[in-house]
């Protein structure tokens, strides 16, 4: 089992839609969270990160955090063209130090 | 701004070869990573440093060495390239995890370097 699972996708929206990208992870004391987007040819760039269960709102972007059932989702509100891009969602555990694990990512491509 | 340098973008070598990768930060982070990403398998750590002189292994150090001679400087080596190394090449760098302190311990990418063996 991975300790980070994502959709691979492809995820395609319509322009103006919200687009739901959504992430598993194995180990349950695992207290950071994070969203990466990847445009092709480039390298990842942080969107958000989010420590407690709930909502972090910024922006078009909400990320969402459920510990008890180990997810974590991004929400993009009004989605635009300029958000096609892959997401890596990354993890910090709770006894690796300072690494993160991350997953293989989802491809979400908006259609205008 | 956090900025993460990388010494080329695109590099060509030949099998045997040594190649020297370079990465330069300048937010004062304690931690830094290299990872490789290829089609299909995601973002691989392949070696990580949390101080000077300091390095871990990550899941895929074989075929790698790296060094940490400064702060701000993370350098990762192919001893003799093989074509099996062919990869975008990223590091990043973040603040140390402290038990009790800054909790704000997100990694920032650098550019990447796009390494072809041939």
């Known amino acids: 089992q991975k300790e980070v699972e994502q959709n691979s996708g492809p995820l395609s929206v319509p322009e103006g839609a919200i687009a739901s990208l959504n992430c598993t992870y194995s180990?349950?004391?695992?207290?950071?969270f994070f969203w990466y987007r990847q445009y092709s040819g480039k390298s990842p760039e942080l969107i958000m990160f989010i420590y407690s269960n709930g909502d972090k709102e910024d922006g078009r972007f909400t990320a969402q955090l459920n510990k008890a059932s180990q997810y974590v989702s991004l929400l993009i509100r009004d989605s635009q063209p300029s958000d096609s891009a892959t997401y890596l969602c990354?993890?910090?555990?709770?006894?690796?130090?300072?690494?993160?694990?991350f997953g293989t990512g989802t491809s979400l491509t908006v259609i205008p | 701004d956090v900025k993460v340098t990388q010494s080329s973008r695109y590099l060509v070598k030949r099998t045997g070869e040594k190649v020297f990768l370079e990465c330069v930060q300048d937010m004062d982070h304690e931690n830094m990573f290299w990872y490789r990403q290829d089609p299909g398998l995601g973002l691989r750590l392949i070696y990580f440093s949390y101080d000077v002189k300091m390095k871990e292994k990550g899941d895929i150090p074989e075929g790698y060495s790296v060094s940490r001679e400064k702060k701000e400087r993370f350098s990762l080596i192919l001893e003799s390239a093989s074509t099996n190394q062919t990869s975008m090449y990223l590091c990043?760098?973040?603040?140390?995890?402290?038990?009790?302190?800054?909790?704000?311990?997100?990694?920032?990418f650098g550019p990447g370097t796009r390494l072809t063996v041939t």
């Open positions: 990354a993890v910090a555990p709770s006894n690796t130090g300072n690494q993160f694990y």
């Open positions: 180990d349950r004391g695992s207290q950071s």
């Open positions: 990043a760098s973040s603040f140390l995890q402290q038990p009790r302190g800054r909790r704000s311990y997100e990694q920032y």
